[in-house]
């Protein structure tokens, strides 16, 4: 039996603030069973808001680079200055490793136990367009639930940044001076997309060597952003565990933040971001579908051996694939959901 959700409850105990109604509102909208996909995108329809207030930060840095640490002394601290934190993240590889490790409660402990905090693991999930479409959503029910900062955990692996990025006003990337050649550290495509970095663990014997770490990507960034003809990237320094820079570092993040509102606009952003969303759950869906369907996958199998073989040109077969594929997708229940990652 699956599980049964209440949404005009769910509902109102989310606008209400209440936690365990934001924690049953997640679960339901990670859900993968096609029967609460219906029921998940009600929720989000009637919690849809265009309120543009939140803040919304993505973090990503290599395991160790200190995450965990910075999000609970950067919550606190944002709990200071009033502000309710909702921490999400995204882990694509966590199912592998057996149980969430970004966003985990006990990783974040003081933060976890603050009244105005929300921490939720990442949702379970190898498949990254799944995972990440989770948070998303989760994203929605927290800012609903009136967590005006969404911090969004990654780990500093790639795609799944890129993923984030689309989905928060700031990338925020922390490093550590001690990572050898700081470029091979982090990818150029994570580069790319960053809006500000902090050089963790700036404290005692390393604080120097942070600073010259800060220095040095700091030059790495101008080239890579002297191409594109962005804004500055700004390279601080802080120390998640001692609370030094941190206030720098927010100060970095809001500065960026009213950057893009002054160029692009920010409702201008978050819509384009829908839009490529929009793209990328198409191209998943269809990706998905097709590798779901017993008799596309057992055509595909002998296209890839004709093909293999010479039997038949690539462009043939995969001609043959689409009009299979079309065949088929009259029995394929979008409505419901099922194909719908
Ligand atoms: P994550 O894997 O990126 O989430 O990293 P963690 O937050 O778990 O931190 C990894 C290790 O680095 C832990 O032992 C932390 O105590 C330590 N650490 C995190 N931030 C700092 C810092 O600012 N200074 C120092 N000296 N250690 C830190």
């Known amino acids: 039996m699956p599980r049964k959700f209440d949404v005009p409850a769910l509902v109102e105990g989310v606008r209400a603030g209440s936690r365990s109604h934001v ?3 997640i679960t339901l909208v990670e859900s993968r069973l096609p029967a609460h996909r219906p029921l998940a995108r009600q929720l989000l329809t009637e919690l849809a808001s265009v309120d543009t207030k939140t803040v919304r930060v993505g973090i990503s840095g290599v395991p160790g680079a200190g995450k965990s640490t ?4 950067m919550g606190q601290l944002l709990i200071e200055k009033g502000h309710r934190v909702a921490v999400l993240a995204v882990d694509p590889s966590s199912s592998r490793t057996g149980g969430s490790v970004l966003g985990d409660r006990t990783r974040m402990g003081e933060l976890t136990q603050h009244p105005d905090a929300f921490v939720r693991p ?17 994203m929605l029910v927290v800012e609903a639930a009136g967590f005006d900062v969404v911090i969004v955990e990654t780990v500093g692996v790639g795609q799944s940044e890129v ?9 925020l990337m922390l490093a ?7 470029l091979q550290g982090i990818k150029r495509g994570i580069l790319e997309i960053t809006d500000v970095i902090a050089v963790n663990k700036a404290d005692g014997d390393n604080a120097g060597e942070a600073r010259v770490a800060a220095r040095e990507l700091s030059i790495a960034m101008k080239l890579v952003t002297q191409q594109s003809g962005d804004r500055r990237v700004p390279v601080l320094t802080c120390s998640a565990l001692q609370r030094i820079g941190l206030e720098e570092v927010w100060q970095a993040v809001v500065e960026h933040r009213d950057w893009l509102d002054e160029t692009i606009g920010l409702e201008n ?17 269809l990706l998905d579908s097709m590798r779901s369907n017993e ?4 055509l595909r199998d002998r296209l890839e051996d004709d093909v293999r073989h010479g039997r038949t040109s690539a462009i043939e077969a995969s001609g043959d694939f689409l009009r299979e594929f079309a065949t088929q997708v009259p029995q394929m229940d979008w409505a419901q959901g099922k194909n719908v990652l």
């Open 23 to 25: 924690a049953q509102a």
């Open 70 to 73: 910075f999000i609970n002394s």
């Open 122 to 138: 990442s949702p379970s999930g190898n498949h990254l367009g799944g995972v990440a479409r989770a948070t998303r959503e989760a």
């Open 163 to 171: 993923a984030v990025s689309g989905m928060v006003d700031t990338f």
């Open 176 to 182: 550590l001076s001690r990572s050898g050649d700081q």
């Open 269 to 285: 952003h978050r819509a384009q971001q829908q839009v490529v969303w929009m793209h990328s759950q198409i191209e998943a869906t």
């Open 295 to 298: 008799q596309l996958r057992n």
